[in-house]
């Protein structure tokens, strides 16, 4: 008799028989899941350290621009701040000063 003819579920038993014959199951041994893990983690490439890498900085951004984003919109105390330069200048010499006011004249004659 021919293995290859009779009902589906004949020929399925047949095809699962011949391919544990060819294919033996081997045992695992106490130190299966150590190798397999160390084969997978031997086989990762720079891309994947580098997507981590990049996924932890995108983190840490976020995590600062939140954390920025909360200390500038806490209220400041009333405690007098220092002035800038900009702000010293801007006190030392007002508007009503007549170096500033007085009119300027051009001269745009060629020499």
């Known amino acids: 008799m021919n293995p290859m003819r009779g009902s589906d579920e004949q020929n399925l038993d047949a095809l699962f028989r011949a391919y544990h014959q060819a294919c033996v199951a081997p045992e695992a041994s106490a ?3 150590p ?3 160390a084969r997978i983690d031997s086989r990762q490439t720079f891309t994947f350290s580098f997507r981590r890498m990049a996924n932890a900085f995108v983190t840490a951004a ?3 621009s939140i954390a920025l984003g909360v200390y500038m919109s806490v209220p400041r105390s009333s405690v007098q701040v220092p ?4 702000e010293a200048l801007a006190d030392a010499n007002s ?3 007549p170096e500033i006011v007085g009119p300027v004249t051009i001269d745009l004659t060629p020499r």
């Open 35 to 37: 190798e397999l893990w």
């Open 62 to 64: 976020v995590a600062l």
């Open 83 to 86: 002035q800038t330069y900009i």
């Open 95 to 97: 508007l009503d000063t």
């Open 31 to 33: 130190n299966f899941m």
